[in-house]
Every structure is written in structure tokens, then in C-alpha cells.
């Protein structure tokens, strides 16, 4: 029996070419929509802009399934699937954890090594998803990082200018005398491109593998039917 051909897999730029422009877009009109006071269910402007039904921070559930089923078609599948969905739930499961960890122990953490310990955590946490499937973390870094480097860029320019958004919202502790630079550093500049990306990897991959999951059992039952169709 011949061996089945696959497609060449695309470079990781094309692959995320168009959901990184989609992204973008989204992220460009939460922000005009933020600093024109439309409607608060559509743009939070609160501190971490959660519930906002404008945002990307969504499109993860959506891209890690797009992503795998690209690199399915190109030959590339992660093996065995019961261990990559089991390493993409602990993931997830170290990074809540051990970030709710200080709370379960009643533990009152100052600001920066609050921000610094959420960091780590989530990091962690999205590096144990990496062998779950080498392929699809490679293709949700380099999609993240275009996500969220022009955040990143926004909130600078957002803290500058007080712009009253999500985007330069303060958290209620928050040393008042922090002038702009470390204050961009602690809440734009670093979480973006660390805490935002783990977060990006980790439920890109969990939906990513679930999805390769689902489309196996949906391949199998027209094939456990069949033989048993033929006895009858």
C-alpha cells in the first residue's frame, strides 16, 4: 500500500499571517471603541478589560483548533493524543494553581512580587504544554507574539496619555509615586509578552489538541460501523 502524501507544511508566518491581521483589527477597534465610551458590554474599560465581549483574548479557543487542523493537513499530528490533551490540562492546572496558590494560603503578596509570581506561574505553566505537541507551540508563540507586541505598543502610548481605557487602567495597588517607565515596564511591557503569551499557548493548545481529539472519534465511528454493518 502506497503511503499517503501530504501537502508541504506552510512556514509559521504564513500560517499566522491572517489570524495576526484579524487580531490586530480586533484589537485597533476595542481600543476606538474604548476611547469613544461605546457600549460598556462590548468595551470594558475597567481594570484588565475582563468580560468585554471586544477582545482577543478569546481567539485562542478558536486558533488552536484552526492551527492544528492546518498542520494536520500537512502531515504534522502529535502522538499519542491522550498524552498531549493530558499535558495541555496540566498546563492549565499548574498555571491556576499555583497562581491561586498565595490566596488559598492567605498569603498577602506586595506588587511586584505579586506580578512577578503570576508571571512565573503562567510561564510555567505553558511551558509544560510544550511537548504535548512541539508543532502547534511553535505556531501559537509566533501567533502570540503578534498579538500581543502591538498591545503592548498601545498600552505605552495609553499610559502616556491617559487615555482612560483597559488598556492604562491601574490596579487599586499600585504605588502611587511609580512614574511612567517602570509603570509601563510592571503592566504593559512585561505581562503582555510573557504572562499574555503563556495564556495564548496554553488554551491554544488545550483547545489545539481537544479538537485533534474529537476529530479522531469522528473518524472512528463510520469505521467501527462499517465492519459492523457488513456482519449484519
Not at 24 to 49: C, K, M, Q, Y
Not at 98 to 126: D, I, K, S
Not at 147 to 154: K, Y
Amino acid at each position: 500500500m502506497a503511503e499517503p502524501t501530504f501537502p508541504s507544511r506552510p512556514s509559521v508566518g504564513r500560517l499566522i499571517l491572517v489570524p495576526s491581521i484579524i487580531t490586530l483589527a480586533i484589537t485597533i477597534f476595542r481600543l476606538v471603541g474604548e476611547l469613544e465610551h461605546w457600549s460598556p458590554r462590548l468595551f470594558n474599560t475597567s481594570v484588565g478589560g475582563g468580560g468585554a465581549l471586544v477582545g482577543i483574548s478569546w481567539l485562542p479557543i478558536i486558533l488552536g483548533p484552526y492551527f492544528a487542523a492546518r498542520l494536520l493537513e500537512a502531515g504534522e499530528r502529535p502522538k499519542p493524543i491522550g498524552r498531549s490533551i493530558g499535558l495541555a490540562v496540566l498546563g492549565l492546572a499548574v498555571a491556576i494553581v499555583v497562581t491561586l496558590l498565595p490566596v488559598m494560603l492567605q498569603m498577602r503578596l506586595a506588587f511586584e512580587p505579586r506580578l512577578l509570581y503570576g508571571w512565573t506561574a503562567f510561564v510555567f505553566g505553558a511551558l509544560v504544554t510544550l511537548a504535548a505537541w512541539p508543532a502547534l507551540f511553535k505556531v501559537l508563540l509566533a501567533y502570540a507574539y503578534a498579538a500581543r507586541v502591538p498591545v503592548a505598543v498601545i498600552m505605552f502610548f495609553a499610559f502616556q496619555g491617559n487615555w482612560g481605557t483597559h488598556y492604562d487602567a491601574p490596579p487599586p495597588d499600585l504605588p502611587p509615586t511609580m512614574s511612567l517607565v517602570p509603570k509601563y515596564i510592571w503592566l504593559g511591557f512585561v505581562p503582555q509578552l510573557t504572562l499574555w503569551v503563556a495564556f495564548t499557548l496554553m488554551v491554544g493548545m488545550f483547545f489545539g489538541t481537544l479538537a485533534v481529539f474529537v476529530m479522531r472519534l469522528a473518524r472512528m465511528v463510520p469505521e467501527a460501523a462499517g465492519p459492523a454493518s457488513k456482519a449484519n
